[in-house]
């Protein structure tokens, strides 16, 4: 089953704050973030595993709430290059080797 | 680097005819996996290979063949092409699984069925 996304898009002018959940109805074993520029493959961001780990990527970073099943994105004093569609994907077990996506939030930063 | 490859970038069928996407990749990767990708859906697992001669069923496998037979190389055959299988299709890779590891992407092949 698909985690679900909020919100769906995000305006932000630089320099601004947002965050984007992932949530899930089933238990996880991990969730990755990936950012995709139109017309491009997606690329990797970070990983979070079971344990609350906070990890971060420059100015990206993001947490991992075992109880709740969700993960939150951050995007710190966004910069232009941040727009895009960011997708987190869900492992539910160990081994399971079953990544399911969100639908995406697309971030678009003015100047 | 050639990292993931696929081939073709784009491509017209008309409804029955059947082609393959190629996948290969040069990391010596276990693990290699296609997604379709749909507007307002995200990317949905079609097949998905653990090694050579292991692959399995993701979630949208209906109307999709896959094999493999080296570790490089990971086809996906549609059959009989139908105007719902228009979509852009990735491949993936990743060391040995999902849980711990970030998938490594290609460019997509975009794919559409008259």
Known sequence: ?111 | NAGVTQTPKFQVLKTGQSMTLQCAQDMNHEYMSWYRQDPGMGLRLIHYSVGAGITDQGEVPNGYNVSRSTTEDFPLRLLSAAPSQTSVYFCASSPTGTGRQPQHFGDGTRLSIL
């Open chain 1, 1 to 111: 089953q698909q985690p679900v996304q909020s919100p769906q898009a995000v305006i932000l002018r630089e320099g601004e704050d947002a965050v984007i959940n992932c949530s899930s109805s089933k238990a996880l074993y991990s969730v990755h973030w990936y950012r995709q520029k139109h017309g491009e493959a997606p690329v990797f961001l970070m990983i979070l595993l079971k344990g609350g780990e906070q990890k971060g990527h420059e100015k990206i970073s993001a947490s991992f709430n075992e109880k709740k099943q969700q993960s939150s994105l951050y995007l710190t004093a966004s910069q232009l290059s941040y727009s895009g569609t960011y997708f987190c994907g869900t492992e539910v077990a160990t081994n399971d080797y079953k990544l399911s996506f969100g639908a995406g939030t697309t971030v678009t930063v003015r100047a």
